[in-house]
């Protein structure tokens, strides 16, 4: 086999396996490759392997693979910060953003989405994650979970962005599977508020086990399946 096809097949057995030992349905997991700085020449390999959800976190670098791979029909998740300005070029190609972590952009998203993109695009609704900063560095970026109440009100009260859940990166210094379990229990709280928001993007190449054990719904695997990364341009 191609590496790439090994390193494919072993992630997903080990995705499967963590699924069971959960007790979980093979359905309820979501494995989203990780393809950035990788050129769009990989993601076509991937699609070829049957892989249907890819992630990107450079707006600029995810609008030019998402044009060259139109015809594969694959889904695409924005996964990065994401600048205010440049909310409706991300939107005519993705099928979700894991990275709402502030109330301009969420402002942003909610006035592209009511003048429709383009005509040609028609879109006019994205699925979206809140992403939590689970450190004490604000520049990591994220909502600070004593927030969550409060800006999760504010996407509620935005007109066609679909709130699906949370996402969180768990913090280097930390137990990933305690990390993981805050998340769960910080999802209990927003679908008290948001009963259709239940989804839990969490889980990267060295903790996916641990995540999927505490309830991810969607993991952002990269590195454990494309090789490492071509260093940034
Ligand atoms: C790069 C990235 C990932 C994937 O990381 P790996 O360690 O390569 O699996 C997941 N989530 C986010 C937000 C990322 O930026």
């Not at 993705?94 to 909610?110: C, E, F, M, N």
């Not at 209990?188 to 993007?201: I, K, V």
Request: no cysteine.
């Amino acid at each position: 086999m191609e590496p790439l096809a090994d390193r494919l097949a072993l992630v997903r057995s080990s995705v499967a396996d963590a699924v069971r030992e959960a007790g979980r349905a093979d359905g309820d997991v979501t494995t989203i490759v990780v393809t950035k700085f990788h050129p769009a020449s990989l993601v076509r390999e991937l699609a070829a392997l049957g892989v249907v959800d890819v992630g990107e976190n450079r707006q600029q670098e995810a609008v030019e693979k998402a044009a060259e791979l139109a015809d594969l029909g694959l889904r695409w998740h924005f996964i990065g910060q994401l600048q205010s300005k440049k909310t409706r070029s991300v939107l005519r190609f993705a099928t979700a953003i894991h990275s709402l972590d502030r109330p301009s952009l969420v402002t942003a998203l909610g006035s592209a989405l009511q003048s429709p993109v383009d005509a040609a695009s028609g879109v006019t609704t994205i699925d979206a994650f809140i992403q939590l900063n689970l450190t004490d560095d604000p520049a990591r970026g994220g909502v600070n979970p004593a927030d969550l109440e409060t800006f999760a009100e504010s996407v509620l009260a935005t007109d066609r962005i679909r709130l699906r859940g949370l996402m969180a990166v768990a913090p280097i210094d930390a137990d990933p599977r305690r990390a993981f379990a805050g998340v769960r229990a910080l999802g209990e709280r927003l679908t008290a508020l948001a009963p259709g928001a239940t989804g839990l993007s969490m889980g990267m190449s060295g903790d996916y086990r641990e995540a999927v054990l505490e309830g991810a719904t969607h993991l952002r695997i990269g590195t454990a399946i494309t090789g490492n990364r071509p260093v940034a341009g």
